[in-house]
């Protein structure tokens, strides 16, 4: 398949640093060094629906098509309100879409599970559109009491659409499974009979341990599938990062032995927004004309699992 267009949606609420030092023990210097965020855009009284939704029509626009159009579509969120019906279906609704619609639940390298699913369902057999809609809250997740997490995250959505097309090169995914490093758990409703543990915990992250999982899945998958496609680093256009942490970022850029302008960021003034920060990266890069036919785009993902993607494909 290859992308027809891209969409994007951001809270209207700015938190900066200065803001998060009114009530927590961290002052801008203290965010930046360590994660390279100055600001990030947080729900307020938007809703994660209204955030898909509108990503998912402004990729539609920049595709050029109707939501008649759109033959499959997948959802990537880790958590909601609604337990019931899927966010995809909600969002499905809102703008019509009549067909078939799923969620997924890979956390930050959502965005590549989902090219993955649609692009193998294409080569199925399952002709047509697909529409992809990342949509995100992990400000929600976060005790903000907690600098060691509530200063990483910012939330959004960002949308794709797919058509017919060999512009999706190649995909690897990669899965080393460890609830203990990145995980939050929330209780279910109670029963007269359940005795197990039900108790509720914000996000926990072990930092360190996270950052290294990070940088050493996405070097190796990013220069493992280079080497499946027969390309080269020389080949790449531009390394579109997960925007976790500029550190994560940067150590990745030291590995690769690649230069700077190769690698886009918005995380300054976004923060790390899960599955939604490649897509989002993705439309801003698109919406200010980054990108020429041709283009050989390298994404790369990690997050919660702990699970780890790669993808190429051209502009």
């Known amino acids: 398949m290859r992308i027809l267009g891209t969409g994007s949606f951001l809270p209207k609420k700015i938190v900066t640093n200065a803001m998060l030092s009114e009530f927590l023990d961290t002052s801008d210097e203290w965010i930046v060094t360590r994660t390279g965020i100055h600001s990030r855009h947080v729900i307020s009284d938007e809703s994660l629906e209204d955030m898909g939704t509108q990503a998912a029509l402004r990729a539609l626009q920049d595709a050029g098509l109707q939501a008649s159009d759109i033959d499959y579509f997948v959802c990537s969120n880790v958590v909601s309100n609604w337990v019931t019906p899927s966010m995809s279906c909600i969002i499905a609704g809102r703008i019509g879409l009549q067909c078939p619609c799923i969620d997924i639940n890979c956390a930050c390298p ?99 341990e996270v950052f290294k999982f990070a940088v050493g899945a996405s070097t190796t998958e990013v220069e493992a599938l280079l080497s499946d496609l027969s390309l080269t680093k020389d080949d790449v256009s531009y390394y579109m990062i997960h925007q976790a942490n500029l550190r994560i970022i940067d150590a990745i850029k030291r590995f690769l032995g690649e230069d700077d302008s190769k690698f886009p960021t918005n995380i300054a003034d976004h923060g790390n927004s899960s599955s939604a920060s490649c897509p989002i990266l993705l439309d801003e890069c698109n919406k200010r004309g980054l990108f020429k036919e041709g283009d050989l785009l390298v994404f790369s993902a990690f997050g919660a699992g702990l699970l780890s993607g790669a993808a190429a494909l051209r502009w």
């Open 110 to 208: 959502g965005f590549i599970f989902a090219l993955d699913i649609v692009e193998n369902r294409y080569k199925a057999g399952n002709r047509g559109k697909a529409l992809i809609v990342c949509v995100e809250s992990p400000t929600r997740m976060c005790d903000w009491t907690d600098r060691s997490t509530c200063v990483l995250f910012g939330d959004g959505a960002g949308a794709v659409v797919l058509g017919e097309g060999d512009n999706i090169l190649g995909v690897r995914l990669n899965s080393q499974p460890d609830p203990t490093k990145l995980w939050e758990r929330r209780p279910m409703e109670s029963t007269p009979y359940f005795t197990g543990d039900d108790s509720q915990k914000s996000l926990q992250m072990r930092g360190r």
